[in-house]
T-cell receptor, first 116, second 112 residues
Framework: DTAVSQTPKYLVTQMGNDKSIKCEQNLGHDTMYWYKQDSKKFLKIMFSYNNKELIINETVPNRFSPKSPDKAHLNLHINSLELGDSAVYFC???????????????FGPGTRLTVT | DAKTTQPPSMDCAEGRAANLPCNHSTISGNEYVYWYRQIHSQGPQYIIHGLKNNETNEMASLIITEDRKSSTLILPHATLRDTAVYYCIVLPNNNAGNMLTFGGGTRLMVKP
């Protein structure tokens, strides 16, 4: 079984559209993350949720809205897509920071978003 | 978070040990050293972490100097599948506001 899964793997869409990326983890972790990797391969955190509560919200446009229906899922919804949103988006999960295990994160395979 | 410095690239012959260095001279007493790698077109993969003692697992060994200002990740018998970008990251392990910050890493090329 895949520990952290994302759908879709590839997403091609036009500017102005709204799209969602889904993430699920079956590791029993309390904390989930979204990262963005741009064309220069720099990987930056966007959001972190712990037990469905937002704990990290980096400088990300409010067009990006994470939603955690339960602690095994963290979805990313993007409104009014722009060319600059083209990137690979990775979901990850870890134990809660309270257990001291949040540095050991498990990543999904990524979703390659292309905005045309 | 403490800043880390890694060489941008390294080569290693298949079957030989790959020793990847990392400098973290401003590391604080409560900061751990984490290593991740990212194989092409895949998500980052956790390898190992440590505080001050050397650590070993099924993937690699982590050697941290006594003053904790540098560390070395050792892949004892590198294979072609170990070709990846390797990231050294330092961070405290006890604060919800802390996060993994990936720098440029070291691009390791394992050659036949």
């Amino acid at each position: 079984d895949t520990a952290v899964s994302q759908t879709p793997k590839y997403l091609v869409t036009q500017m102005g559209n709204d799209k969602s990326i889904k993430c699920e983890q079956n590791l029993g972790h309390d904390t989930m993350y979204w990262y963005k990797q741009d064309s220069k391969k720099f990987l930056k955190i966007m959001f972190s949720y712990n037990n469905k509560e937002l704990i990290i919200n980096e400088t990300v446009p409010n067009r990006f809205s994470p939603k955690s229906p339960d602690k095994a899922h963290l979805n990313l919804h993007i409104n009014s897509l722009e060319l600059g949103d083209s990137a690979v988006y990775f979901c990850a999960s870890s134990q809660s920071w309270t257990s001291g295990g949040f540095g050991e994160q498990y990543f999904g395979p990524g979703t390659r978003l292309t905005v045309t | 978070d403490a800043k880390t410095t890694q060489p941008p690239s390294m080569d290693c012959a298949e079957g030989r040990a790959a020793n990847l260095p990392c400098n973290h001279s401003t590391i604080s007493g409560n900061e751990y050293v984490y290593w991740y790698r990212q194989i092409h077109s895949q998500g980052p993969q956790y390898i190992i972490h440590g505080l001050k003692n050397n650590e070993t697992n099924e993937m690699a060994s982590l050697i941290i100097t006594e003053d904790r200002k540098s560390s070395t990740l050792i892949l004892p018998h590198a294979t072609l599948r170990d070709t990846a970008v390797y990231y050294c990251i330092v961070l405290p392990n006890n604060n919800a506001g802390n996060m993994l910050t990936f720098g440029g890493g070291t691009r390791l090329m394992v050659k036949p």
